[in-house]
């Protein structure tokens, strides 16, 4: 497979990932995820490392609940075979407060088997490159 083809299955089955959670569809996000799938948020947030597909599942559900519906957008991506970085964006409202909050966030998607195994989330390209071993 041309690193081309791995660049594009990998964003496919990234944006599958994040519809499913917009669906809560959990048995398409079971298929996209391995069983002991890694979780790290970014460094403010207040949750810690998860470990586990269902632990990463029910912290993606809790996390959009107070906010109305809506889709992630992949700005960029780009990677390899076995890990993609992606920049992920999405102007978001509070169900019941209207608060309005811009999501900018980068994430470094590892994969293995055609199955995330770690998701690490970032506040800037330059970290979420040196995490993935890339460079500019």
């Known amino acids: 497979m041309s690193q081309e083809n791995a660049v594009q299955e990998n964003l496919e089955r990234l944006s ?11 048995a398409a996000w079971n298929e996209l995820c391995d069983p002991n799938l890694e979780v790290v948020p970014v460094g403010d947030w207040p949750e810690g490392e998860l470990q586990g597909r269902d632990a990463a599942w029910d912290f993606f559900i809790a996390a959009d609940e107070p906010w109305e519906p809506g889709l992630y957008e992949i700005v960029e991506f780009f990677g390899g ?4 970085v992606a ?6 409202r509070g169900k ?14 590892t994969s293995r088997d055609g199955k ?6 970032f506040e800037k390209r330059e970290d979420a490159l040196e995490a ?4 500019e």
């Not at 920049?87 to 978001?92: A, I, Y």
Request: charged content about 30%; overall charge negative.
């Open 96 to 109: 019941s407060s209207g608060v309005e909050v811009h999501y900018d966030y980068w994430l470094v998607v």
């Open 116 to 121: 995330a195994v770690r998701l690490e989330w």
């Open 81 to 84: 075979k076995d890990q993609g």
């Open 16 to 26: 599958r990932a994040m519809e499913a959670v917009a669906q809560r569809d959990k």
């Open 87 to 92: 920049h992920l964006q999405r102007d978001m």
């Open 132 to 135: 993935a071993c890339l460079s």
